[in-house]
């Protein structure tokens, strides 16, 4: 059985020859039907290996998210261990000290100091930010406007098996 770009290019070649001059109108139309029952029986199978694919993404996502409940059960036994360790070592005041195969201290965050704002702030510390209003451009668009700024593209195509 020819792969199914072999059958298009099949395809695309009979179309070509129709509109040249000299053909055999049987044979052209003959050709023509076998080449769209192969078409359709390679669609037929492709659609059978796509549901198999269908299956398999499932498991797959089942799968993840087993293990990613399995992770999130580690992470918080970790994060027990530590604020279990932390608070001893804040409690005795034993807050920097090293064994034979590690070092511990309590040290400061890094990064950006956080802050806690409250009240009115003044106009000169706040942000105000522009954004596009897609909703309102795409509704003057169907609307018929026409826009300088914006036209509505082209919807996309997709194959659908049912």
Known sequence: MS????LTENYTQLQDMLLSEEYDEQAIADTMEITEFEIE????????IMKNIDGDIVAIEEEIKRL???KKRYEARKKVL????????KITGN?????????FSIAKNGGKQS???FGDVPEDYKKIVAETDNEKIRKALEGGETLKFAILKERGEHLSIR
């Open 3 to 6: 792969t199914l770009y072999e």
């Open 41 to 48: 029986e390679k669609a037929e199978n492709y659609a059978k």
């Open 68 to 70: 990613t409940e399995r």
């Open 82 to 89: 530590s604020d279990n360790l932390f608070t001893a070592m």
């Open 95 to 103: 807050t920097k000290f090293k064994t034979p195969m590690f070092s």
């Open 115 to 117: 802050i806690d704002v």
